[in-house]
């Protein structure tokens, strides 16, 4: 009896042990076969190099490219401004083909000269007795491109609007023709330059009557005095304009001449130069068509 009862005291005494001795190294492996926790991932914002401000200073080389400055809208166009005429190039010589009611047509011709002055010569085609010349002066607006040219000794003026290119005409109240027949209110500014005459035949405008023989290359401001050896271009220039021969009426000639320099005495010394003619390709009346100012 007293046997059993000390084997059972050494099986308890064992089983407790045995607990014990689990309890302690079975916690301790446990632990340990735990994984450490990961590190927090990043977001894109904290992995991204901070950009620097276009208002903080640069340290090391300059602003990123990805980095721009918006450009500042640029100002709006400013209306042209208007030259006034003073600061444009208005002297010299201008020609045009004016729309007439009761002829063919207009030739008028308008030279402004650095005195501001003018002379003016309307030419009504097919009328007798249709030649007008008159003179005056010059009147110029303040700050504007418009001239106005009066008449010496009457109250007659006329308007017009100085363009790199020619003149045009404006009503009385200063506005330009804004209908069909605008572009014919213009008066086209003559060439200054000398003319070249070679074996080419030269078209202009012929003109011929009492002491008085003359032709203007088209395009060109100068004048010359006309010399026909032979007496031809006077028949046919009669012969073109019939009974308004005696009229001074120009009409278009094509012509090859030979330039004789300036005279030095008579009728001719007032013009440009001498023109000897040597051949006659043709003689026409003056028609909207081949007025050489389209």
Not at 209 to 238: A, M, V
Not at 261 to 289: C, F, N, Q
């Amino acid at each position: 009896m007293k046997s059993s009862r000390t084997l059972f005291l050494v099986l308890a005494l064992v089983v407790v042990l045995s607990l014990a001795f689990y309890r302690y190294y079975g916690q301790r492996n446990a632990s340990s076969e735990i994984s450490p926790k990961e590190p927090p991932t990043p977001t894109l914002a904290e992995k991204a190099p901070a950009t620097p401000s276009l208002g903080d200073k640069a340290l090391d080389g300059p602003t990123p490219t990805s980095v721009k400055e918006t450009p500042s809208p640029l100002p709006s166009e400013a209306p042209p401004v208007q030259k006034p005429v003073t600061d444009l190039c208005w002297k010299g010589t201008y020609r045009g083909f004016l729309p007439c009611a009761s002829c063919e047509g207009i030739f008028t011709t308008v030279v402004l000269k650095p005195d501001k002055t003018y002379e003016k010569e309307e030419i009504y085609l097919g009328e007798k007795d249709g030649v007008f010349h008159e003179e005056g002066r010059i009147l110029f607006g303040e700050k504007s491109s418009k001239i106005t040219l009066e008449t010496r000794n009457t109250n007659v003026s006329y308007n017009y609007q100085v363009e790199p290119e020619g003149l045009r005409m404006l009503d009385s109240e200063g506005n330009p023709s804004l209908g069909t027949l605008a572009e014919m209110y213009r008066l086209r500014k003559m060439s200054p330059k000398d003319v070249a005459f070679g074996e080419k035949p030269v078209t202009g405008y012929l003109t011929m009557g009492h002491n008085l023989s003359t032709f203007s290359p088209c395009g060109s401001e100068k004048t010359f005095w006309i010399d026909d050896p032979e007496n031809r271009l006077r028949g046919l220039y009669q012969k073109t304009l019939g009974e308004n021969a005696d009229c001074s009426m120009p009409v278009m000639a094509e012509l090859k001449v030979a330039d004789r320099g300036r005279a030095m005495d008579g009728l001719a010394k007032d013009y440009s130069g001498v023109l000897e003619v040597t051949e006659i390709i043709s003689v026409a009346p003056m028609t909207e068509e081949n007025n050489g100012l389209r």
